[in-house]
């Protein structure tokens, strides 16, 4: 999208808070996972609490970070912030998963039960996150930030023009989808290591010529959080939550499955 003209004010149709599509009637969309959990006892089981208060500080000061932050322009990152949001935008993790099963300690079956628990504590991350989103239906930064005059927060003001780093995703914000998923994986991996601080290379998936990161596992999930900031399309609140219900998707998969389980 052109910069260089006026651009036309983003509103929607929804309430203050609520996600929903531009006035304009372009289509929205629900953050759809319609799948059965494998290990949750439904897609609700690990429902958050609702997102901040629209007239709470904590709103105001993590809308303000984003709107500094995950600006296309005048942005306040530096340049390693700018390409950490689209490093992070899409990661094959798979190649983690296959150097701990390369290990010489490991076991065809042992490796089986590992590939199943990865596998589906990321379906099951992505179910509880779908199921989060749909039900609150929060605003992105994109609306909260050029519709701060409906907010009710004396704190915030409106910015007709800002515009994300990155597309913002059609469907709603809270939680942070990346951040579940990261976080249920990462947790799932780092119970069969020995060492927390070892570290893995990663290409990104979507910044092709940018050199490979030497990250460990906590790295892995700090830094998905933060390139949701840096891309303009979550909140820091949305992303703590989100790593917080990912932990706990790994939590109820590593029960179930786990050596100890058999």
């Not at 929903?20 to 439904?42: E, K, Q």
């Not at 150097?99 to 076991?107: K, L, N, R, T, V």
């Not at 951040?179 to 990104?204: G, H, I, N, Y």
Request: aromatic content about 10%; overall charge positive.
């Amino acid at each position: 999208e052109r910069l260089d003209r006026p651009l036309a004010p983003f509103r929607t149709a929804a309430p203050a808070g609520v996600y929903g599509p531009p006035a304009t009637g372009s289509a929205s969309r629900d953050f759809d996972w319609a799948l059965s959990p494998w290990v949750l006892a439904t897609p609700d089981a690990l429902r958050p609490g609702p997102p901040p208060a629209l007239t709470s500080d904590r709103y105001r000061r993590d809308l303000d970070e984003v709107r500094r932050f995950g600006t296309r322009s005048h942005s306040a990152r530096d340049v390693r912030q700018t390409a950490t949001a689209s490093f992070w935008f899409f990661i094959d993790i798979n190649p983690v998963l296959r150097e701990i099963c390369a290990d010489p300690a490991s076991s065809p079956a042992g490796n089986a039960r590992l590939y199943a628990m990865f596998y589906m504590a990321t379906d099951d991350a992505w179910i509880a996150s779908a199921d989060a989103k749909n039900h609150y239906q929060f605003w992105r930064p994109i609306t909260g930030i050029r519709q701060a005059d409906r907010d009710g927060n004396p704190a915030t003001s409106p910015d007709a023009s800002w515009l994300p780093l990155l597309p913002t995703p059609p469907h709603p914000e809270y939680p942070c989808a990346h951040c579940v998923q990261a976080a249920a994986q990462a947790a799932v991996l780092a119970a069969e290591l020995r060492d927390p601080e070892r570290q893995f290379t990663l290409k990104s998936s979507t910044l092709h010529d940018a050199p490979a990161r030497r990250i460990t596992l906590a790295d892995y999930v700090r830094e998905t959080s933060l390139s949701r900031i840096y891309a303009g399309a979550h909140y820091r609140f949305s992303n703590e939550v989100g790593e917080r219900m990912g932990k706990n998707v790994a939590a109820a998969v590593i029960a179930r499955w786990s050596k100890q389980a058999f």
